[in-house]
Nanobody, 124 residues
């Protein structure tokens, strides 16, 4: 069975940093584009960052560009999201998801497999 499991969420002060992890199992890791999404209370889910199967292409939404960094580790079948300079508006449930390798980073359809989400709260 296929699983994506997020971890690393929690409470952080404004201006702080947090790293999220997404461990992928039951899939051939190198055949999938991986994306990070978030959903704030009362708002629609939005795609914020994604990385292709070879780690040669990345996408960042304008709201996180320059603050967040996505990466993937083939040996650990894990995708990371390093989040810096966090602000209260970053508060949301964060999800990782997998799409077939032909999905270009920045496209948000065809994501078939999803994690359970991890809560990130930015507050003083």
């Amino acid at each position: 069975q296929s699983q994506l499991v997020e971890s690393g969420g929690g409470l952080v002060q404004p201006g702080g940093s947090l790293t999220l992890s997404c461990v992928v199992s039951g899939l051939t890791f190198d055949f999938y584009t991986i994306g990070w999404f978030r959903q704030a209370s009362g708002k629609e889910r939005e795609g914020i960052s994604s990385i292709n199967s070879s780690a040669g292409s990345e996408y960042y939404a304008d709201s996180v560009k320059g603050r967040f960094t996505i990466s993937r580790d083939r040996a650990k079948t894990t995708v990371y999201l390093q989040m810096n300079s966090l602000q209260p508006e970053d508060t949301a449930v964060y999800f990782c998801a997998a799409a077939p390798y032909w999905v270009v980073p920045g496209q948000w359809d065809e994501y078939k497999y999803w994690g359970q989400g991890t809560q990130v709260t930015v507050s003083s």
